[in-house]
């Protein structure tokens, strides 16, 4: 779970998790192994609201109550950016793609991050197209779509049960 599209969050070009260390995010890249990056351009859509919450926080379930609470704390800051009353499910997007991959959409292409000092450091650099000849071809699958109501429905049936 890192990297971006279209910006970041950290700095106009950088996502938080890619620009704490651009060289290893380089390096998983790079590596030959499949990579799965759900970039937050995807985890932005995947989100709870306040009624998703308190329908969270009534089930009766010992996690139930400090799930809504701990999520309720950090929704003024989500607020405060402009998204509105909801928490971004960033971290379990991962998770979820793994049980039920038909939540999301994705397409394989080329990624490379910058790794030299500037304001471009620790950008994702996303060849969905195939046209640049200098990234590597196809070695990431990004993630670019997803289910939010369908991501919704299956967090809270998975905290019911």
């Known amino acids: 779970m890192g990297g971006a599209i279209i910006g970041g969050n950290r700095t106009p070009a950088a996502e938080f ?27 932005h859509q995947m989100r709870l609201t306040k009624a998703d919450l308190e329908e969270i926080g009534s089930c009766g379930k010992p996690w139930s109550r400090p799930l809504q609470e701990a999520n309720a704390y950090i929704m003024p800051l989500y607020e405060r950016n402009g998204h509105g009353s909801v928490v971004f499910m960033h971290d379990s997007c991962p998770v979820m793609w793994l049980q039920y991959p038909e939540l999301f959409e994705g397409k394989l292409a080329g990624v490379n991050v910058e790794t030299r ?20 071809l196809k070695n990431v699958t990004i993630m670019l779509k997803g289910d939010t109501d369908g991501m919704a429905v299956k967090v809270k049936e998975l905290l019911r049960s």
Not at 27 to 32: A, E, L, V, W, Y
């Open 17 to 43: 998790n890619i620009l704490a260390d651009p060289h290893a995010a380089q390096c998983i890249f790079k590596s030959g192994i499949p990579v799965v990056m759900f970039p937050i351009d995807v985890t």
């Open 117 to 136: 000092s500037g304001p471009a450091l620790g950008i994702t650099i996303s060849d969905l197209y195939v046209y640049a000849d200098q990234l590597p």
